[in-house]
């Protein structure tokens, strides 16, 4: 006898009452349990003397950079210009009692810069990776478009938001291993895991680097060491010209709290006000914010490249 159509409604009702109370559940313990009640217990000197930060001169690398050391943490600071890297060293010193090294790269130069990154590092007790340095597009664009306006834009790219993560991984993993602890914080993006359009490229790359740490971390946990996959929405930095709100905090703020939830989650937004903006987005259905961001980012793209052109 086949069910009635108020059974078939009370199915459906509880399949997705299920499916909502696997996803909130998650949810509340990785942004507000978690980090707001427990805080991470996680003491980072004990995984290493050292920590390693990509893209440290502004931004979320640069908050990093600044909070590990008053962890107590020495850090390598790994970035393109060398005056802002003096600068930051500088201001770290100051600040606390570490050491500090600077490493000059531009990770869209060829595979050789890892020979230079792996001769500074040789040797140093590293416990903390943070693969922060990223690049983006000067607008939203569609995607014919901006290739053929910057040809070069796609391997750069693919350079920054990949070979990055993957070979700084490749550096400091077997050591890791070998002391059996370690911690690895992967920068992705928000946008890595909601509809993205005329930012195909730099969203999928950051899908790469949120499907890469999940993988990364299944392989090693066992060695004791924590891969996180870190998904920040907008940030106030120099790259979005903001003034901080609630929304969009500045780095400080951000990364004070991505480090408490260090060792209680995977895969994080690393912020409250940014895991209540993931939460809305997946109970609202992809589809929907793929009209709206769609509509957005349009907006975005006549704006900028129109600003872009009379520079």
Same mark, same amino acid.
């Given at each position: ?77 790994? &970035? ?107 920068? &992705?993006?928000?946008?890595?895991? +909601? ?17 890469? &740490? ?11 060491? +924590? ?13 979005? /010209?903001? /003034? ?46 793929? +009209? ?9 793209? &006549? ?9």
């Amino acid at each position: 006898m086949a069910p009635d159509s108020s059974t078939l409604s009370s199915i459906c009702v509880g399949i997705v009452c299920i499916v909502t109370v696997r996803k909130v559940l998650p949810w509340l313990y990785t942004n507000i349990i978690g980090p707001i009640f427990l805080g991470s217990r996680i003491d980072f000197r004990r995984f290493g003397a050292w920590a390693v930060v990509t893209g440290a001169t502004d931004g979320i690398g640069k908050a990093y950079a600044k909070a590990l050391a008053k962890k107590g943490l020495n850090v390598v600071l790994i &970035s393109r210009s060398l005056s802002k890297l003096a600068a930051v060293a500088k201001e770290i010193t100051d600040a606390h009692n570490v050491q500090i090294k600077i490493i000059d790269i531009d990770f869209t130069d060829g595979p050789q810069i890892y020979q230079k990154i792996e001769k500074n590092i040789t040797g140093l007790d590293i416990g903390v990776l943070v693969n922060n340095v990223g690049i983006s597009y000067l607008y939203p664009e569609f995607f014919i478009e901006y290739i053929t306006r910057y040809p070069q834009f796609l391997r750069d790219i693919i350079s920054v938001n990949i070979h990055s993560v993957t070979n700084m991984c490749g550096l400091v993993l077997p050591n890791m291993i070998a002391k059996k602890k370690g911690v690895i914080i992967n920068v &992705s993006s928000f946008f890595a895991v +909601i509809a993205s359009p005329l930012l195909s490229v730099y969203s999928g790359t950051k899908a790469f680097v949120d499907k890469f &740490s999940e993988d990364l971390q299944t392989e090693y946990q066992s060695q004791g060491i +924590i891969v996180q996959s870190l998904r920040p929405c907008i940030v106030a930095t120099n790259m979005h /010209k903001l /003034k901080p709100n609630l929304f969009a905090p500045s780095a400080e703020v951000y990364v004070d709290s991505a480090l408490k939830t260090v060792g209680i989650a995977g895969k994080t937004n690393g912020y409250f006000p940014h895991a209540l903006l993931a939460l809305f987005a997946y109970l609202s259905g992809n589809y929907i914010i793929k +009209i709206v961001h769609f509509k957005v980012l349009l907006r975005i793209k &006549s704006l900028l490249s129109k600003s872009e052109k009379e520079i």
